[in-house]
């Protein structure tokens, strides 16, 4: 496998009633970059454009239009040079090339309310490019959806369109960062594409490994009959 050089973004948390009791995890991103990556990454990422992507995160990590749950802490926001082995690439320093930011999660709750499913359920937003096929194609889980279900087992129109403008205004903001980056799809066979459509459906998805450190308590009970 080869990529164009390009940007990974992660954006992790935890799950927490209070922050000092954090009870599980959970992450998502996404990747910025152009379609034309002639050039192999030898700095970290300009903070002309990192430093208020930082920000543009943020801010819709605690809007109420991604209705993302206020038990949905904000620890990490990391901007990561990749190259064209798909690993982070390594400055002449030793150090990786990239920008990691730990907001205070007492300050960077999510904006959508309390916490209304399990924390493995989460919110599928399809990346759509114009190119066909599996490698024009990606997704991230948007943590704790605060949105309930209506008598056909989905979640209403109105709250799908609520999610889907939040993240279309999202992804436009985070555009016009930088002249010559946008967010897109990284495939493996070393094309990057830009991203034309974003997609959010009513059908709530699950996430197993955001469901790998909550601790069971039984009750066991005899059969006495």
């Keep these: 496998m080869a990529y164009l050089p390009h ?3 992660r954006v992790s948390g935890t799950f927490a009633a209070t922050t000092a009791n954090p009870y599980e995890i959970w992450s998502w991103g996404f990747n910025y ?3 034309v990556a002639p ?3 030898t700095e970290p990422p300009d903070a002309a454009w ?3 992507m930082i920000s543009k995160i943020v801010d819709f990590h605690v809007s109420g239009g991604a209705k993302i749950a206020t038990q949905c802490r904000l620890t990490e926001i990391k901007i990561s040079a990749v190259n064209a082995d798909g690993h982070v ?3 002449e320093d030793g150090n990786y090339l990239q920008v990691v930011e730990s907001p205070s999660p007492e300050d960077f709750s999510g904006g959508g309310g309390a916490l209304a499913h399990p924390t493995q359920v989460a919110l599928c937003v399809s990346l759509q490019t114009a190119r066909a096929g599996r490698h024009g ?6 943590p704790g959806p605060v949105i309930g279900l209506a008598t056909d087992g989905l979640i209403t ?3 799908r369109d609520t999610v889907a403008n939040a993240v279309q205004g999202f992804v436009n903001d985070l555009n016009t960062l930088d002249a010559d980056f946008s967010v ?3 495939g493996s066979d070393a094309h990057n594409s830009v991203v034309t459509n974003i997609r959010v459906g009513r059908a709530l998805d699950t996430q197993r490994r955001r469901r790998n450190a909550l601790t069971e308590d039984y009750l066991a009970l005899p059969i006495t009959a």
């Excluded at 194609?137 to 948007?142: D, I, K, N, Q, S």
């Design 7 to 9: 940007y990974r973004v």
């Design 184 to 186: 897109i799809v990284a």
């Design 50 to 52: 990192a430093t208020p």
């Design 33 to 35: 970059g152009s379609p």
């Design 137 to 142: 194609r990606g997704r991230f889980y948007l």
């Design 157 to 159: 129109v109105g709250n």
């Design 39 to 41: 050039f192999p990454f």
């Design 89 to 91: 690439a390594v400055g």
